[in-house]
């Protein structure tokens, strides 16, 4: 027997020739083998000579002979009974452990298969995904034997509904799209699990386990069964098993760039793997893009099994209920069958989706198969006839299921075989920003959320149900971020060059045109002017409202805004955003109806509000609203809080601090006396308390008077401020305002512990920009920067420093970016004059970066 030392310094060494083989790593499916067999030699060479009374089974990715190079080299260790045999399962895995080879063990007796059938469906799933390593061969034979004995067909369509609801589960948790830009390359949509479980869901409708010696992997000994089986044909095998390869490699290169197990691949890490491919900084994005095409194969590939394998498990419905829709296709029971074996035109590919939708239906798998191949067969030889845009046309005045049915179009490649400006928006991504899936899957995101808006009891829901018709807002939403993959800067301009060339090509008039022109054009105006400007600023009103040729015009941007944003990630869409886009399309909608100019609509609100009795009977009160010019403030305070403010003024305290609760924030209003660096020592208070500032109002009283509002989450959780910090925040900003605290002391102190954060939270690098824009009253400086802790009192430090007065600020935050709006003037009342925007840009730029 060798020596356990020699063994595991030889099993060292042979590991890490084969982890630092270049040529191996860029091919997956040979890495893994050679990986997979080195381990089973050093596992026969521990063990060699021993007699061994069980068997050891290689499971999980070990036993498909796809082993990356961190995952766990599963063993199950299989006894006829366990009692009695403790000491020698001890001994085993010490044996291993010693040699190096770091086993994840189970151990299973024969009386567990029935438990485990019982108790835990999912769990059983281990026991048929093994292969014989060593041990009693015999054993082993009547443990896979007894294991397919026991299920009855009962229990098979338990298990396969348990794999389909498993499926749903885990797409909810990693990601429900096989383009999700990080993704969990093992369990998101369109990941290695998906093909897992088709192949589990195949071994138990046969009865078989895919077990051999031969040197591949599972993966290669299913698609072989399947073309055996005629399920799949080369041309289906070999786009699925490079796929497969791909993401494969992805996870091996993952591994081995991180040296521990991940499957979360994140944007440094994709460059980073791109790079070592070959590719460069410039066309790194490439990489990725190969990458999604992979994923949605093998999602493609799984859905249509798992429907084929949901209709042989379903009781069948009789022919005699089965529809003619035409002479190609037939429907029954909800799902649309092909009365022929065919390659389809684009035409014809354009009718069935149009059913599809119309009827809610599915594609029966045969059905859905050959459209796949047929679109393949159009990309490639770039058929298209005129006619096939009549069906589109009709696809996009469906009463619903539009978005379903163009995200089904492009799943099968018939989107970007029909549309080949949108074929481009297939798979392309900007890393560093907050987007959460590709530019094509984002869109058709966009276009389903619309539809969910219907019956809603909301603005946005009435707004969407009072469209006679939707096709304008649906093809405006599809266009909206064509021109992305040309140019992201500016894609809105180029955008309506594309869209006018798709628009006539479907055959649509001027007059829907020049609409879905408009609305590419302006698509990101409204979340700008709604997020970075003061919407109770005349000014800024009327610019926007001079945009609108129409209140039509600004129904569809206001829905196309709201599709847009939605569909960026889960928690990009908050009821703060929500408000401020109503807040102005409220405004705008006024003054479009009216016929109102911005300063007419805000005199309006503010009559409004001071004949109130409740305001006009207390002089106190109306004195106090009549000193703030922005009808801002009493937009913002209810009349009760507007009464408070009045009493603490009134009162002898120099600082009043209010503190409120609403779904999203903690609002924090501080009342003092104004200072020209009263912001920026809040937000320094802010920052030391590990405060994140989402939104800063700033009043101030003809008599100098500040009324600061802020609205802010806890860093680390981004949720509510804990109302036990109440008090600990409120002595801080008296503290701060009094001069009794030293902030840049303890900014720095408190600096010191955040990198631990800010590692976790802030992982993406965007540049930084800065902007000028020249108001009538104001200059307004833009500031795009990576999120950091304590940035937003770095900026207004600076900001001091440099003698501008902030008059107000707008802060919004996405994902680990930030886009903060300042309207400013010098400390003598006086517009930023353009001489002075290079060294501002110059001493906010290096104020950032020092923190970054």
């Known amino acids: 027997m060798e020596n356990s030392s020699d063994i595991k310094s030889q099993f060292y060494q042979e590991k890490e020739n084969l982890f630092n083989n270049p040529s191996l790593q860029k091919d997956s499916l040979k890495f893994c083998i050679r990986y997979s067999l080195l381990v089973e030699e050093f596992i026969y060479r521990t063990l060699a000579g021993r007699k061994i009374d069980c068997v050891l089974a290689a499971s999980g990715s070990f036993s498909r002979r796809e082993l990356s190079p961190y995952s766990d080299i599963d063993l199950m260790i299989i006894f006829r009974e366990i009692d009695g045999n403790e000491e020698q399962i001890r001994e085993l895995v010490a044996l291993l452990w010693d040699a190096g080879i770091e086993i994840s063990h189970t151990v299973r007796q024969f009386s567990d298969i029935t438990r485990f059938l019982e108790e835990d469906l999912t769990s059983f799933t281990q026991f048929f995904e093994t292969r014989y390593v060593i041990g009693n061969k015999s054993l082993y034979k009547e443990w896979t034997d007894k294991i397919f004995s026991v299920l009855s067909e009962e229990d098979k369509k338990r298990l396969i509904f348990q794999y389909f609801s498993d499926i749903k589960a885990r797409h909810q948790k990693f990601g429900e799209s096989p383009k999700v830009l990080e993704p969990n390359i093992k369990s998101s949509a369109g990941g290695l699990r998906d093909f897992h479980t088709v192949e589990w869901i195949y071994l138990i409708k046969n009865n078989t386990i895919l077990s051999t010696q031969k040197e591949i992997t599972q993966t290669e000994m299913f698609l072989d069964i399947l073309k055996k089986e005629k399920v799949i044909d080369n041309r289906a095998v070999n786009r699925l098993l490079t796929s497969y390869s ?77 529809i003619d829709l035409d002479d190609d296709f037939s429907i029954k029971d909800n799902i649309l069958f092909a009365k ?205 409202t001079s945009l609108f040729p129409s209140r039509k015009a600004l129904d569809l941007l206001y ?119 009263l912001l920026s020592r809040l937000c320094g208070v802010f920052a030391i308390n590990d405060l994140n500032i989402h939104d800063a109002k700033i009043f101030t009283r003809k008599d100098g008077i500040a009324i600061d509002n802020f609205n802010v989450t806890l860093f680390r959780s981004d949720k509510n401020v804990d109302e036990a910090k109440y008090d600990k925040i409120k002595g801080s900003i008296t503290a701060a305002i009094r001069h009794e605290l030293e902030l840049k002391h303890e900014f720095e102190k408190v600096k010191s512990k955040w990198w631990r954060i800010e590692n976790k939270f802030f992982k993406r690098k965007s540049k930084i920009k800065i902007n000028f824009e020249s108001y009538d009253k104001y200059s307004i400086i833009d500031i795009y920067s990576p999120d950091r802790l304590g940035l937003l009192y770095q900026i207004t430090s600076k900001m001091y420093e440099l003698g501008l ?45 020092e923190l970054l």
């Not at 006679?468 to 993959?485: G, N, S, W």
């Not at 930030?818 to 110059?842: H, M, P, Q, W």
Request: net charge negative; hydrophobic share 40%.
């Open 246 to 322: 791909e993401l494969l490699r992805a996870r091996n290169l993952l591994h081995l760039q991180n040296r521990r197990k991940q499957d979360r691949f994140e944007f440094t890490d994709q460059e980073k793997i791109a790079l070592l491919l070959g590719y460069n900084e410039h066309n790194w994005k490439q990489y990725m893009l190969n990458y999604f095409t992979a994923t949605n194969i093998v999602y493609r590939f799984s859905r249509t099994l798992i429907k084929k394998y949901e209709e042989e498990i379903t009781k069948p419905v009789s022919e005699f209920l089965s």
């Open 559 to 677: 829905l196309l805004t709201y599709a847009d944003l939605s569909a960026v990630s889960p928690v990009v869409w908050t009821n703060w955003k929500g408000e401020l886009l109503e807040e102005l399309y409220r405004k705008t909608g006024s003054m479009l109806d009216e016929k109102l100019s911005g300063e007419e609509l805000l005199y309006e609100d503010t009559l409004a509000t001071i004949t109130d009795p409740k305001i006009a009977n207390n002089q106190a009160v109306q004195s106090h609203i009549e000193s703030i010019d922005d009808v801002g403030y009493l937009n913002l305070y209810s009349k009760e809080e507007i009464n408070e403010h009045v009493r603490e003024i009134e009162s002898t305290s120099d600082v009043s601090v209010f503190f409120k609760k609403d779904n999203e924030f903690t609002n924090i209003t501080v009342i003092t006396e104004d200072t020209e660096s």
């Open 805 to 849: 007065v902030i008059y107000f600020a707008k802060i919004a935050t996405q994902s680990d970016d930030v886009v903060d709006a300042f309207y400013v003037l010098d400390r003598n009342g006086n517009k930023i004059i353009e001489s002075d925007y290079e060294l501002i840009t110059l001493e906010l730029t290096n104020a950032i970066e």
């Open 340 to 544: 022929k074996e065919k390659r389809y035109t684009v035409s014809e590919m354009m009718r069935v989706f149009y059913y599809r939708g119309l009827h809610g239906a599915r594609f029966h798998q045969k059905l859905r198969a050959m459209i796949i191949e047929s679109a393949l067969d159009v990309e490639e030889f770039e058929e298209y006839e005129i006619s096939s845009s009549v069906f589109f046309r009709e696809i996009m005045k469906l009463p619903h299921n539009v978005g379903e049915t163009l995200s089904v179009m492009n799943g099968l490649g018939v989107l970007g075989a029909f549309l080949p400006e949108f074929r481009e928006l297939v798979g392309f991504f900007q890393p560093g920003v907050y987007h959460c899936y590709t530019a094509d899957e984002h869109t058709l995101i966009a276009i389903k959320n619309l539809e969910k808006l219907s019956g809603q009891d909301s603005t946005l829901g009435n707004l969407y149900d009072s469209l006679k018709y939707k096709d304008v807002l649906f093809m405006a939403t599809l266009l909206h971020d064509i021109a992305k993959p040309k140019s992201i800067s500016g894609h809105e301009i180029i955008g309506v060059e594309i869209s006018e060339t798709i628009m006539s090509h479907l055959g649509y008039g001027y007059e829907a045109t020049e609409m879905v022109q408009f609305l590419v054009k302006n698509h990101l105006m409204m979340e700008q002017v709604a997020f970075r400007r003061n919407l109770n600023d005349a000014e800024t009103l009327d610019n926007f």
